[in-house]
């Protein structure tokens, strides 16, 4: 397991688990979205020269059936993505290395992974980016964030999404290796809590 710190002023549980919630300091349900929010389309810290495998998720307050879909996770399978492009553009991004950078923090230094990563236990190759990702390297920083936004788009389509509704006590783990995800954000995210117990595993270096 990795072991998590303190950030965005959410109460944590050092060790194995913290709590992620939509609650302002007075305990009070929020909506702040930010570039480092889960609102956006991300893998788990891949800005970690080794990022996290797996991610587990459990549901302890979650906004109420009938409230609208805020609180949802949509998960995207970014190898079925990767399967579905045309040849031409597999030969293209083939040997491409996207920088990542965690939000707001200048102080870690960028890391770079493969855009096509290879799964180390299937050997499936999957698109690698999301919202921490900055550019490409050796690419013009425009031209690569235009093909990174293309790749997102195509990888985010529904036929490659599943959306999970939350109820209490659920237990979700995913493969961060090959699935991206983002929380559903609406009006119900502002007026119910929600509050999850999230683990992560330490992975290997992305190949």
């Known amino acids: 397991m990795e072991v998590h710190g303190a950030h965005r002023g959410e109460e944590k549980r ?6 992620m919630s939509n609650l302002d300091a007075d305990g009070k349900p929020t909506i702040r979205i930010s570039k480092a929010s889960n609102y956006h389309w991300h893998t788990d810290k891949p800005y970690h020269p080794a990022p996290p495998m797996l991610t587990m998720l459990r549901a302890v307050e979650v906004p109420p059936k009938g409230a609208g879909r805020g609180g949802d996770t949509e ?15 597999k030969r293209r991004i ?6 990542f950078r965690p939000a707001f923090d200048d102080s870690r230094p960028a890391i770079n992974h493969p855009l096509v990563r290879t799964h180390p236990d299937t050997g499936r190759k999957a698109l690698y980016l999301g919202n921490h990702s900055t550019h490409i390297l050796g690419m013009p920083e425009t031209e690569g964030r235009v093909l990174l936004d293309e790749l997102l788009a195509h990888a985010t389509q529904p036929r490659f999404v599943y959306v ?4 209490v006590g659920d237990l979700v783990m995913w493969d961060n290796r090959c699935l991206l995800h983002r929380v559903v954000v609406d009006a119900a995210m502002g007026q119910y809590r ?3 117990h999230r683990s992560v595993v330490r992975g290997t270096v992305p190949i």
Do not use: I, K, Q
């Open 94 to 99: 083939a040997a491409l290395r996207v920088v």
């Open 164 to 167: 999970h509704r939350w109820r």
């Open 75 to 89: 998960f995207a399978n970014t190898a079925l993505a990767y399967d579905a492009l045309p040849d031409e553009t």
């Open 194 to 196: 929600r509050v999850m």
């Open 14 to 19: 050092y060790g194995v688990a913290h709590v």
